[in-house]
Structure formats: C-alpha cells, structure tokens
C-alpha cells in the first residue's frame, strides 16, 4: 500500500534552517506530482508548495516564496522541503501528500511532521 | 492567495443532511472544476472525499456528494452518522497554478 513518511522536523531557532524529507513506498513515485502542506496548531490547512512528476515545474505559496526550496529524487523515492530563514509562523505539522495521477486533485497524505521554530 | 471561505460549524441530526459551502473567486473555484474536499478526524491526516467537484475516491460513501455554481462550491452529506464528526476542508486549483484551501468547517453530529 501507498506509504509516505516525513522525517526531518524539530525544534528550531528563529532564522535558522531546516530540511524535511518524504520518503515514499507502494507507487511509482516518479509518476506523481507531489506536495507539502502544513497545519499550524489547532488551525486550519495551507497549502505550501507543489513539484511536477519529473521536477521541471514548482510553485510555492506566497508565505514561504523565497524561503523554501521544493526538489524531488525519483532515484529514492524521495521528496524535500528545504526551509530557509524559518519564523515562528512557521511552525506547524508538514504533511507531505500526493496528486491523483494526471488530475489536479491530492489523494493521499502521510502523518506529518511537526515543525516548531521558537527561540 | 487568499484561503476560501467555509462557515466555521455546521451541526445536524443522525440521519439528517447537511451541506457545507465554499466560496472562493474567479481565479479558483470559478476558474475550473477542481475542487476537492477532505474530511480530517482529530490528530489524523486528511483524507480525500470529493475531487473534480462531484467524484468520489472508491471507497468514500455516496452519502457524500459534491456541487458548484459559479464561485461557490457545496459539500453535502446526506444520512449523517455520528462517524461523520471532523472538521471539513474545500480546496481548489487556481490559475496561477497554485492550490488553495478554505478556513476549514467543524461538523458537529447532534
């Protein structure tokens, strides 16, 4: 069955960086475009950024536009956000989550992993 | 980027039905039938229910249904159970290629 998993979270100083990793299993990940979303405490979903199938085509959300780097290794099943000049609005659980093959539609999302950026 | 519009609550009886809206612009919910809506229980991930405005994923209930008109897009749920309970998510494509999500609709099974 369809696994993604999300490694890399923590607790981390105000300006600092961070890397988030999604490691997937049970699909051919170089198919599908893939994405981070995250979740504030006790707040609703934002939508952060998106990756094409083969990595040519990436959009990001205002909020973190310049800060975050989305890349993708289809060699390692692997998905990463790197996350630049962290604040403390940015401190959620990052889900990683998969589109529908071909459809502009998520499907299915990992557990998460909670980001907390606090001096 | 601005998120959609959800009210913040929505109740009903067991075996009522109930219907969450979605507004959002002409650069999204107008813009295309991709809107989808996720169900989210508490301290899980989400999970998919409607996408492309009126399909369900194969084993999602057809006690869930979907609609839009013009910017707005509906999430009804008809035969509430008490399972039904969680906290409702609208999202939709946009034209710049983007996604975006509503505030999120907390449904409260009497």
């Known amino acids: 069955q369809v696994q993604l998993v999300e490694s890399g979270g923590g607790v981390v100083q105000p300006g600092r960086s961070l890397r988030l990793s999604c490691a997937a299993s049970?699909?051919?990940?170089?198919?599908?475009?893939m994405h981070w979303v995250r979740q504030a405490p006790g707040k609703g979903l934002e939508w952060v950024a998106a990756i094409s199938y083969d990595g040519s085509d990436k959009y990001y959300a205002d909020s973190v536009k310049g800060r975050f780097t989305l890349s993708r290794d289809n060699s390692r099943n692997t998905l990463y956000l790197q996350m630049n000049s962290l604040r403390p609005e940015d401190t959620a659980v990052y889900y990683c989550?998969?589109?529908?093959?071909?459809?502009?539609?998520?499907?299915?999302w990992g557990q998460g992993t909670l980001v907390a950026v606090s001096s | 980027q601005s998120a959609l519009t959800q009210p913040a609550s929505v109740s009903g009886s067991p075996g009522q039905s109930i219907t969450i809206s979605c507004t959002g612009t002409s650069s999204d919910i107008g813009a295309y039938n991709y809107v989808s809506w996720y169900q989210q229980h508490p301290g899980k991930a989400p999970k998919l229910m409607i996408y492309d405005v009126t399909y369900r994923p194969s084993g999602v209930s057809n006690r869930f249904s979907g609609s839009k008109s013009g910017n707005t897009a509906s999430l009804t749920i008809s035969g509430l159970q008490a399972e039904d309970e969680a906290d409702y998510y609208c999202s939709s494509y946009t034209t710049t290629s983007t996604r975006v999500f509503g505030g999120g609709t907390k449904l409260t099974v009497l």
């Open positions: 049970g699909l051919t990940f170089s198919i599908y475009g």
């Open positions: 989550a998969k589109d529908i093959q071909g459809r502009v539609a998520i499907d299915y």
